[in-house]
């Protein structure tokens, strides 16, 4: 475990909290260091906050609510189309920071920062994303209609991997709406998640509508259970997401959480060889295999069997090393537990008899003696009780399971437990359509490695990725962050003659 320390025996800068417009420093007891994954430098520290903290964040919310939910529309777009401007002028110094704290590479970090710039994007065309509906005369002289209004104090946890991405899937969706936010960044990554908070403020977001906490369970919990929150987002791992979903229902929230996942590439013998493999190679060892949309799972199809060494070679082919290092394609993994855990899996792998085909243990990166290296690792003869199948292992190891038909591919798919992203290669329409009839799994990619929705269509992981029914960003994010209230109306003509008292249910 990283150090966790007292603020004041150390010289590093402190990660603030966001309350009331305001950054402020933590009252915490317990503070954790933020590493350098590449170096191990301690870059800042980040407080472990406690339920208290949590409440303030949280009345500092509700207090934000009274006035914001009746900003005009209008206000809350211009606000959403400053804040993605403030972004693109920042892009480099946001990718510099993620890369420091998280490790990825600078092109991969821009990409982080994009998805989520396209989400602000989109959060500026609220005016017609909430439109309500209407119909006239559902009875005599009777209107109906649908209006969609926020929900009040919500909020957000997010993982390591996307610390700008993910942020941005959930609060300015929540504000545009009229919602006002406690976000709760990943303590292993916070400082990105921070600087857009700056950039949020800057754009002209009000005291009280963003507010930021920190820390791991305990800040978490206080959230889930807090009486004013009244709706809960969340993106991580299973266990935590099965958690946060459980505490949050069962404390009247509204919620939903995106989790793990072992997303499935079916290669079919038909594919067009060199573009797939490229595509495979890529989605599964970019972002060192810490996404949660990553291909870890091959599936080669009767005689796509016979390119596992063409997989190898191109995997051998990427170039491991500091994401601030030029052409680098697999950085360090976010932290030494992480690492220590991924070889664990690895070793797990060899000791159950699966083929090590490619041992990215160790590896001898110059310059970077202590960074949490481990190059592209493929195994191949994997069977579904093998543990490297079984686990989310979120590293740069892909395993090869070999059938011999599309339906076996589709089975062995289906009957995995996750369904967050899948994807087939091949040159042929009705194979594909087929595939994507069949398949049980939220996002299906046809010869595209990481099917990730743009935003104006929502996050559709399934099954035992996700808990909820509606996604983030998007539409989905739209009906998440509001209720729907109807109103069925009548105004009275003086002129007109009474009917009568009325004693049924009918309209008339
Ligand atoms: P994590 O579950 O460890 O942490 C996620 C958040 O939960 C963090 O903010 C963390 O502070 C908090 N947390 C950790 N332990 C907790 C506990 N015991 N109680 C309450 N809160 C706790 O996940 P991670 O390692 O940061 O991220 C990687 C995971 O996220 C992977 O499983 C990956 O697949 C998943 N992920 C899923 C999606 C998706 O959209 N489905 C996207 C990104 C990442």
Known sequence: MSAVLKPSTASVQTVKLLINGQFVESKAAAWRDIVNPATQEVLARVPMC???EVDLAVQSAAEAFKTWKNAPIGQRARIMLKLQELIRRDMNKLAACLTAEQGKTLPDAEGDIFRGLEVVEHAVSIGTLSLGEMAENVATGVDTYFIRQPLGVCAGITPFNFPAMIPLWMFPMAIVTGNTFVLKPSEQDPMTTMLLAELALEAGVPPGVLNVVHGGKESVDALCTHPTVKAVS???SCHVGEHVYKLSSDHGKRAQCMMGAKNHAIVMPDANKEQSLNALVGAGFGAAGQRCMATSVAVLVGKANEWIPDIVEKAKSLKV??????????????????KARIEGLIAKGVEEGCKLELDGRNPKINGYPNGNFIAP??????????TVYKEEIFGPVLVIVSVDTLDEAIALTNANPYGNGTGIFTQSGAVARKFQNEIDVGQVGINVPIPVPVPYFSFTGSRGSKLGDLGPYGKQAVHFYTQVKTVTARWFDDAAVSGGVNTTISLK
């Open 234 to 236: 969340f993106v991580g």
């Open 377 to 386: 690792t493929i195994f191949s003869g994997v069977k579904p009780h093998h």
């Open 50 to 52: 406690d339920a208290a």
């Open 321 to 338: 090393n500091a994401g601030t290092e030029s052409a680098t394609d697999v950085g360090p993994v976010v932290s030494k537990q992480a």
